[in-house]
């Protein structure tokens, strides 16, 4: 199949008018501008192409491009009527973003590979270094670090997630909308001063700027997304708006334990860019979003132990939870075009979030020994219980968060020496009530925590000492944070020699304080030092070298701040991480198509570490600094056309992590994932292309389980199974924008395509944690696997006008 990509655009004149009736023309191919003065052409890939712009009223334009398969690449230039243009540079797709070590992901894959949590995140698990062991989560940990550990940033807005979620299943829709997407980023570590200060990744997504009028609507048995954009004829209004609904029920009430569970997922996000002039263009990003989570237990049973000695854990509830998060955002941002080397920018933006989460939940089990006999009209039946109890959860946690930025930043290019600077405050104003309590009982008398001096012997003697819960948290907290940052970072292209080279060297300075009712202000400074150097050798082969190095902090969030037992600690200390990162790109073609193997070996040594213990996807600190740490490992990356006209990728990742808690040796951290293996790969039918399928992989060694409440961890380091799941999705394009045909019920379509998907193919049983029982006569606990999804069956539709 011919391999081609898309070259689009908007020509405006000098007024900043467009212009309609441009004729694009290029490798034997050509279009016209519409009257928005937009156009979108189809051009050979992996060669350099001339494309030539001509008009009547106009002088020509020629530039060159070399893009790879499947890429689109944005030109708008501006058509002048006096002097003939000609732009003599090749643009070559991702070149900035490979001596940056960053990875760029298509937005067109991200919507086609949907998965059982559809977004960018089901695509990040494929890389390596990243490790996702819960497909009803969007969390993802990279290197070693926590969910905690990443930024996430849309259209140079740093956007933030809900702060009580314990559960994927009570998560809901990641904050990025993939249908609105025009670029994605991801950078695993060793990134530039430019990016804020958090210990492991960065995430940078673009909303697109649309050129036309278009609805996309994608709907399958887990909800389904609507969204519409357009541009005004002037073209200096553009708009693109987003409703996306998600409904779990099908994932959830697939799993082991009954329920009757009703959620509510549903969220609008719209990107407005207006442009006044030329110079000066002022946008507004805006998302609301409402989280609804109602859960009503009601039987379990969880097989587990081995064929000599099967057991069942059989739990019977009684009560509900009941969790509401709702979230409003909105930002704007004004770009000033000084002149072709002078760009100014402001970004204000707020983030407002209420989040309650309250349950009552009785949990009565039995522990026993499982019938194995064949053909026993009891077998699978638990016929001796070696522990009985009962266990009754309590909760009513509301929190109040209101966060503003305000951020100024700049962009000089100085005789190629390009310069960056910015100065950001934020506020952070949360009101936090926390009420916990979880009481055992076991063999008909409640279990005291181990800090209670006081032993029960019943029914030997009676008890005397007090009733209390085995847990209890009591907390209310207003605490507010005010933030200064500021970086300022230098970066060149050169040469040495024959050889390409780029550098880069940037500062950050971030000084916090942290004050409220009943907490002693406290103040803290820090400065983030970061470099990188590429070089691109003079040889034959197409080889890339990069190194980058830097020291970086993560000043503590809210989160951070607050202890298990809900006290905010405002001395708690920036985690300190010195990072480097050694990368090689090799670009290569193989069976005549383009291919990428891309290598990354990389060391952290961390300091100042908050420890902490991961209970689903909630995270609970220590709030104290009381560790150190470090993590080494290598990623490799295979990608490229195993398919033509198709792009795969092969991913392996190796990672040790351990730390070192009060000094008393090193253990391994929560997040200490030895091997991981990544698939994404992508076929059709060579005979019927149209017919076409997506297989999504992940292998990743089993992370430490963790320990019961009050236990050491230096005497629970046993881990949970490897994580294995293999997604398959296989779909139908009913109609395609490059094919036209004769039936007329295809006219309203641009595009039209039919699927099914199975999720976790080979039914694995993967576990996200463990509940631990205990046993009455041996005084043992269990480690109960909590099993995630069994395989699961969806249907979908994908629609464009």
Same mark, same amino acid.
């Not at 936090?432 to 008909?444: H, K, N, P, T, Y």
């Not at 995270?619 to 990356?637: Q, S, T, V, W």
């Given at each position: 199949?011919?391999?081609?990509?898309?070259?689009?655009?908007?020509?405006?004149?000098?007024?900043?008018? *467009?212009?309609?009736?441009?004729?694009?023309?290029?490798?034997?191919?050509?279009?016209?501008?519409?009257?928005?003065?937009? +156009?979108?052409?189809?051009? *050979?890939?992996?060669?350099?192409?001339?494309?030539?712009?001509? !008009?009547?009223?106009?002088?020509?334009?020629?530039?060159? @491009?070399?893009?790879?398969?499947?890429?689109?690449?944005?030109?708008?230039?501006?058509?002048?009527?006096?002097?003939?243009?000609?732009?003599? %540079?090749?643009? /070559?797709?991702? /070149?900035?973003?490979?001596?940056?070590?960053?990875?760029?992901?298509?937005?067109?894959?991200?919507?086609?590979?949907?998965?059982?949590? *559809?977004?960018?995140?089901?695509?990040?698990?494929?890389?390596?270094? %990243?490790?996702?062991?819960?497909?009803?989560?969007t969390q993802y940990s990279v290197r070693g670090g926590n969910f905690d550990e990443n930024l996430v940033y849309v259209n140079e807005i740093e956007v933030y997630r809900p702060f009580l979620i314990r559960s994927g299943q009570q998560e809901g829709l990641s904050f990025v909308n993939t249908d609105l997407v025009r670029n994605v980023d991801f950078s695993a570590g060793g990134f530039q001063a430019r990016y804020g200060d958090k210990l492991s990744s960065v995430l940078d997504i673009t909303y697109r700027n649309p050129v036309k009028f278009g609805i996309r609507a994608d709907l399958s048995l887990l909800g389904g997304s609507l969204s519409g954009e357009t541009i005004s004829k002037d073209s200096k209004f553009s708009g693109i708006v987003g409703l996306r609904y998600r409904d779990n029920t099908l994932l959830v009430d697939a799993r082991q334990t009954e329920t009757n569970y009703d959620p509510t997922f549903a969220d609008v996000q719209t990107y407005l860019t207006y442009k006044f002039s030329d110079k000066f263009h002022l946008s507004f990003l805006g998302n609301a979003s409402v989280n609804t989570y109602n859960y009503e237990p009601q039987t379990r049973q969880t097989n587990f132990g081995t064929i000599a000695n099967p057991l069942a854990l059989l739990v019977f509830y009684d009560g509900q939870e009941k969790d509401a998060y709702q979230t409003l955002f909105g930002a704007f941002k004004a770009n000033y075009f000084v002149n072709p080397d002078l760009t100014l920018k402001l970004i204000a933006s707020t983030y407002h979030t209420t989040e309650e989460e309250y349950f009552d939940i009785l949990a009565q089990y039995r522990l026993g020994e499982v019938n194995s006999n064949i053909g026993d009209e009891d077998l699978g039946e638990v016929e001796f219980s070696e522990g009985i109890g009962a266990q009754l959860n309590h909760a009513r946690n509301d929190l109040d968060a209101l966060i503003t930025n305000i951020e100024h930043k700049g962009f000089y290019n100085l005789n190629d020496?390009?310069?960056?600077?910015?100065?950001?405050?934020?506020?952070?104003?949360?009101?936090?009530?926390?009420?916990?309590?979880?009481?055992?009982?076991?063999?008909? @008398?409640?279990?005291?925590?181990?800090?209670?001096?006081?032993?029960?012997? /019943? #029914?030997?003697?009676?008890?005397?000492?007090?009733?209390? #819960? @085995?847990?209890?948290?009591?907390?209310?907290?207003?605490?507010?944070?005010?933030?200064?940052?500021?970086?300022?970072?230098?970066?060149?292209?050169?040469?040495?020699?024959? !050889?390409?080279?780029?550098? $880069?060297?940037?500062?950050?300075? !971030?000084?916090?304080?942290?004050?409220?009712?009943?907490?002693?202000?406290?103040?803290?400074?820090?400065?983030s030092p970061r470099a990188q150097f590429a070089i691109k050798p003079n040889w034959e082969s197409d080889m890339l070298f990069r190194i980058g190095a830097g020291l970086y902090y993560q000043p503590p969030f809210y989160r951070?701040?607050?202890?298990?037992?809900?006290?905010?600690?405002? $001395?708690?200390?920036? /985690?300190?991480?010195? !990072?480097?990162?050694?990368?090689?790109? +090799?670009?290569?073609?193989?069976?005549?198509? #383009?291919?990428?193997?891309?290598?990354?070996?990389?060391?952290?040594?961390?300091?100042?570490?908050? *420890?902490?213990?991961?209970?689903?996807?909630?995270?609970? +600190?220590?709030?104290?600094?009381?560790?150190?740490?470090?993590? +080494?490992?290598?990623?490799?990356?295979?990608?490229?056309?195993? %398919? #033509?006209?198709?792009?795969?990728?092969?991913?392996?990742?190796?990672?040790?992590?351990?730390?070192?808690?009060?000094?008393?040796?090193?253990?391994?951290?929560?997040?200490?994932?030895r091997l991981k293996f990544g698939v994404l790969f992508q076929d059709y039918v060579p005979r019927i292309p149209d017919l076409k399928m997506y297989l999504n992989l992940v292998y990743q060694t089993g992370v430490p389980g963790g320990s019961p409440s009050y236990a050491d961890p230096y005497d629970f380091q046993n881990r949970l199974p490897d994580y294995k799941r293999a997604d398959l999705g296989i779909s139908y394009v009913l109609v395609d924008p490059n094919k036209t045909y004769n039936a007329s019920w295809k006219d309203p379509f641009d595009e039209f395509t039919v699927g099914i998907e199975i999720f976790n193919m080979f039914d694995v049983q993967n576990s996200i944690t463990n509940t631990w029982v205990r046993d009455v006569y041996s005084k043992r606990q269990y480690a109960i696997p909590n099993y995630l999804t069994p395989r699961i069956f969806n249907v979908r539709l994908g629609m464009k006008f």
């Open positions: 199949m011919a391999q081609t990509a898309t070259l689009r655009g908007v020509i405006l004149d000098e007024l900043n008018q *467009p212009i309609v009736g441009v004729n694009i023309s290029g490798a034997d191919s050509g279009t016209t501008t519409n009257e928005n003065g937009f +156009y979108l052409l189809k051009i *050979p890939a992996n060669e350099e192409v001339t494309v030539v712009f001509s !008009h009547i009223n106009y002088k020509k334009i020629t530039a060159s @491009f070399n893009l790879k398969n499947g890429a689109s690449f944005e030109f708008n230039p501006v058509m002048s009527l006096e002097i003939e243009q000609i732009a003599t %540079v090749v643009l /070559q797709g991702n /070149q900035r973003k490979r001596v940056e070590g960053i990875t760029t992901i298509d937005p067109e894959i991200v919507r086609t590979i949907k998965g059982a949590q *559809p977004g960018v995140e089901n695509l990040l698990k494929t890389l390596p270094g %990243v490790s996702i062991s819960n497909e009803l989560s020496n390009n310069i960056e600077w910015s100065v950001k405050f934020t506020h952070e104003d949360i009101r936090d009530r926390l009420v916990e309590w979880e009481v055992i009982d076991s063999a008909g @008398f409640s279990i005291n925590p181990p800090n209670i001096d006081a032993f029960n012997e /019943q #029914p030997y003697s009676p008890y005397e000492g007090p009733l209390v #819960p @085995f847990q209890n948290i009591r907390a209310t907290n207003k605490t507010k944070i005010n933030r200064i940052q500021a970086y300022g970072q230098w970066s060149k292209r050169g040469s040495i020699g024959d !050889h390409d080279v780029f550098y $880069n060297a940037g500062i950050r300075i !971030h000084n916090w304080s942290v004050e409220g009712e009943g907490i002693v202000k406290s103040s803290q400074t820090v400065v951070e701040l607050r202890d298990s037992s809900g006290t905010v600690n405002p $001395n708690t200390k920036a /985690q300190q991480s010195f !990072h480097v990162v050694v990368g090689n790109e +090799y670009s290569f073609d193989m069976w005549d198509r #383009p291919f990428k193997l891309i290598s990354e070996a990389y060391y952290k040594k961390l300091s100042d570490v908050n *420890p902490y213990t991961i209970e689903n996807v909630r995270i609970r +600190y220590r709030a104290r600094n009381n560790a150190e740490a470090y993590a +080494y490992g290598l990623d490799l990356r295979l990608n490229g056309e195993f %398919v #033509p006209g198709t792009e795969s990728w092969f991913s392996f990742g190796y990672l040790k992590t351990e730390e070192n808690i009060d000094g008393r040796g090193y253990i391994s951290r929560p997040t200490d994932q």
